[in-house]
Nanobody, 115 residues
Framework: QVQLVESGGGLVQPGGSLRLSCAAS????????MGWYRQAPGKERELVAT???????YYADSAKGRFAISSDNAKNTVYLQMNSLKPEDTAVYYC?????????WGQGTQVTVSS
């Protein structure tokens, strides 16, 4: 059984930075695709960033130039570095890992950007 545990969320002022972590436990050899999603109150969950095992990355327009997705395969951990945070980045952030053919989701971590 694969479990994902996210951490790193919290309250930050506009312009600040946070790094989210998503640690995977269980029988994972290698991620095929890793991703971060977010869901703001009253809105649908949206894609923030993804990366493939081949090195391809994708960022939502709202994340380009500010966020960076990365991983440490030795630690089975996925990261999302978020810089220049804005109030509209406030949401619950979820990590998703695909190990074909299965998808695994974390429980979410709250990010609040407010002065």
């Amino acid at each position: 059984q694969v479990q994902l545990v996210e951490s790193g969320g919290g309250l930050v002022q506009p312009g600040g930075s946070l790094r989210l972590s998503c640690a995977a436990s269980g029988r994972i050899f290698r991620f095929n695709i890793m991703g971060w999603y977010r869901q703001a109150p009253g809105k649908e969950r949206e894609l923030v960033a993804t990366a493939t095992s081949g090195g391809s990355t994708y960022y939502a327009d709202s994340a380009k130039g500010r966020f960076a997705i990365s991983s440490d395969n030795a630690k089975n951990t996925v990261y999302l570095q978020m810089n220049s945070l804005k109030p509209e980045d406030t949401a619950v952030y979820y990590c998703k890992i695909t190990v074909f053919p299965n998808n695994y989701w974390g429980q979410g971590t709250q990010v609040t950007v407010s002065s």
